[in-house]
């Protein structure tokens, strides 16, 4: 395995329930009324109620924030008790630990079973190809597990640029839809069945079926990628434009804030398709007491109670993270007439 190297009008009052106010900001994440990490768990917090009419079970998934003074064992071990819970996947921030979220993720990959992986990532810092690469490696890692939440933009990565890019002189919006086109076509370009290692004939792989992306948009790609296609066809994209699961249009993912969740049914009735949970675990922790009530409170108190109301879609041992979402995978692009890579 050498080769592998590196989510309107119907949901205003899903809007109230997730966010101070109506506005999200501006890569699509309402702003969560409280987060779990700044609390500690008080007998006299407010009782986590559920009413009696769910619609449907839905994806739940929660998104790290924070944790800068986190070592990457603090995650680890976060990562460890949400696999262990039915949280269907993780969303890492673009600064957890101090680290790049796909290199911390490809750590927890190993460490971790069933969850799914979602990493952030915006093509203002990082060019198609690379997020490309390192997203599919992440596939491969976690065994059909991983996903990238794309951003339109990062302040935590924008070097100085504002809302510019290091890559190409575009609007975030017309960048970010580029870019979400171009990786998804890098990922097709080699595909696994491709890859025979025939010891007979010393065939690695049969090189007349890789292909080039040759992407001509904003951003310019040829491919074709160094990583096969992965485990689940593709990653998961969650995102706008051509995205598997939409983040910022109604009956998409909805972000939510832990003491929120007691308005679950609001939020389904509304049609939206997933719920993401913001887990704060801030910037200045003691780590040996918050950040295991962070984990220990949605784990142990809030979580069980979705689950028992029959909220929460359950996982199934060993599915891909497509499954889970059900998520097919998109019959576009097409690059059975692109150039092959090795004429």
Request: aromatic share 6%; no cysteine; proline share 6%.
């Given at each position: 395995?050498?080769?592998?190297?590196?989510?309107?009008?119907?949901?205003?009052?899903?809007?109230?329930?997730?966010?101070?106010?109506?506005?999200?900001?501006?890569?699509?994440?309402?702003?969560?009324?409280?987060?779990?990490?700044?609390?500690?768990?008080?007998?006299?917090?407010?009782?986590?109620?559920?009413?009696?009419?769910?619609?449907?079970?839905?994806?739940?998934?929660?998104?790290?924030?924070?944790?800068?003074?986190?070592?990457?064992?603090?995650?680890?071990?976060?990562?460890?008790?949400?696999?262990?819970?039915?949280?269907?996947?993780?969303?890492?921030?673009?600064?957890?630990?101090?680290?790049?979220?796909?290199?911390?993720?490809?750590?927890?990959?190993?460490?971790?079973t069933?969850?799914?992986?979602?990493?952030?990532?915006?093509?203002?810092?990082?060019?198609?190809?690379?997020?490309?690469?390192?997203?599919?490696?992440?596939?491969?890692?976690?065994?059909?597990?991983?996903?990238?939440?794309?951003l339109?933009?990062?302040?935590?990565?924008?070097?100085?640029?504002?809302?510019?890019?290091?890559?190409?002189?575009?609007?975030?919006?017309?960048?970010?839809?580029?870019?979400i086109t171009?990786?998804?076509?890098?990922?097709?370009?080699?595909?696994?069945?491709?890859?025979?290692?025939?010891?007979?004939?010393?065939?690695?792989?049969?090189?007349?079926?890789?292909?080039?992306?040759?992407?001509?948009?904003?951003?310019?790609?040829?491919?074709?990628?160094?990583?096969?296609?992965?485990?689940?066809?593709?990653?998961?994209?969650?995102?706008?434009?051509?995205?598997?699961?939409?983040?910022?249009?109604?009956?998409?993912?909805?972000?939510?804030?832990?003491?929120?969740?007691?308005?679950?049914?609001?939020?389904?009735?509304?049609?939206?398709?997933?719920?993401?949970?913001?887990?704060?675990?801030?910037?200045?922790?003691?780590?040996?007491?918050?950040?295991?009530?962070?984990?220990?409170?949605?784990?142990?108190?809030?979580?069980?109670?979705?689950?028992?109301?029959?909220?929460?879609?359950?996982r199934?041992?060993?599915?891909t993270?497509?499954?889970?979402?059900?998520?097919?995978?998109?019959?576009e692009?097409?690059?059975?007439?692109?150039?092959?890579?090795?004429?």
């Open positions: 395995m050498s080769w592998i190297t590196g989510f309107a009008s119907g949901l205003r009052r899903v809007a109230r329930v997730g966010a101070t106010s109506n506005r999200a900001d501006r890569n699509g994440f309402p702003t969560p009324k409280r987060s779990i990490g700044l609390h500690r768990a008080t007998a006299d917090r407010k009782a986590i109620t559920v009413s009696p009419s769910v619609h449907e079970q839905v994806p739940v998934g929660v998104r790290l924030l924070g944790a800068s003074t986190a070592g990457v064992r603090d995650v680890a071990a976060a990562a460890e008790k949400l696999d262990a819970s039915e949280t269907g996947f993780v969303v890492l921030g673009s600064s957890i630990a101090g680290l790049e979220p796909s290199t911390l993720a490809s750590y927890l990959a190993r460490r971790t069933n969850i799914g992986v979602v990493v952030e990532a915006a093509a203002q810092r990082d060019h198609p190809y690379n997020i490309a690469r390192r997203v599919a490696s992440l596939d491969h890692l976690s065994r059909g597990r991983a996903g990238w939440w794309v339109h933009d990062d302040p935590k990565t924008e070097l100085g640029l504002g809302l510019g890019s290091s890559w190409v002189d575009a609007s975030s919006e017309d960048r970010t839809l580029d870019a171009a990786v998804r076509a890098l990922w097709r370009t080699w595909p696994v069945s491709s890859v025979v290692g025939d010891l007979t004939s010393n065939i690695f792989t049969h090189a007349d079926e890789i292909r080039h992306a040759d992407h001509d948009g904003i951003f310019s790609t040829a491919g074709p990628l160094t990583v096969p296609t992965t485990p689940q066809g593709e990653p998961v994209v969650f995102g706008p434009g051509s995205s598997d699961i939409p983040v910022d249009v109604p009956h998409g993912v909805v972000s939510v804030g832990i003491d929120d969740i007691d308005t679950i049914d609001e939020i389904v009735g509304a049609g939206a398709a997933g719920v993401v949970v913001h887990l704060d675990l801030g910037t200045e922790l003691d780590l040996g007491t918050e950040l295991d009530s962070s984990i220990d409170r949605w784990t142990h108190d809030v979580l069980p109670r979705l689950v028992e109301r029959g909220v929460v879609r359950r199934l041992p060993g599915s993270l497509r499954d889970y979402l059900r998520a097919g995978l998109p019959a692009p097409d690059l059975s007439t692109r150039r092959p890579a090795f004429a």
